[in-house]
């Protein structure tokens, strides 16, 4: 998985103005990503802050969908496989309030080899949790404010030719 943060960055953008503008809105930036880790980053501005002055419910619930799927969507393009991935569900642990840019982090790359594969092999559509957490390093350094258990549910095929 030889892409880019530039390239990735690029790709996220257009994918988020073309088909999901809330996502553009939020401006998040892939700050880091490898085979196993996921980190993507969100401003804390007018547009992702509640009345309380803490990142929105919903700005985190964006970052935790992009920090848990953005791995299939590379790990797949990579191979050349066409993925169909969605979320089942969402459980979210409000730890404490981040009140300044935020980091959602997901190491979970290699369950999503593993879904990719087995979905490849068997045909059928894989479901597994994967887990991001959310951190606030400028004023917290590594101790989460949030976290995210999502049921990823992937669909993989190989791409036509």
């Known amino acids: 998985m030889a892409i880019s943060l530039r390239k990735a960055n ?16 939020c401006s998040p930036k892939i700050v880091r990503m490898n085979s196993k880790t996921l980190e993507v980053t969100m401003p804390h501005t007018w547009r992702t ?6 990142i929105y419910f919903g700005a985190l619930a964006i970052g935790a969908d992009l920090a848990g799927a953005f791995l299939v969507f590379s790990k797949a393009k990579a191979r050349g496989v ?3 991935f969605a979320f089942k ?5 409000f730890l404490k309030r981040p009140e300044a840019k935020v980091h959602f982090t997901s190491h979970d790359g290699d ?16 479901n597994r949790p994967v887990s991001v957490i959310v951190t606030c390093p400028s004023l ?8 995210f258990t999502l049921t990823l549910s992937v669909k993989a095929k190989p791409a036509k030719k």
């Open 10 to 25: 690029w790709g996220l953008k257009f994918f988020a103005w073309r088909y999901i503008p809330l996502i553009g809105f």
């Open 49 to 54: 802050k509640n009345h309380l002055g803490s």
């Open 82 to 84: 066409n993925a169909n």
């Open 89 to 93: 569900d969402v459980q979210g642990s």
């Open 111 to 126: 369950v999503i080899d593993q879904m990719i594969d087995e979905s490849l092999a068997s045909g059928e559509r894989i």
């Open 140 to 147: 917290h350094g590594d101790e989460p404010m949030a976290t």
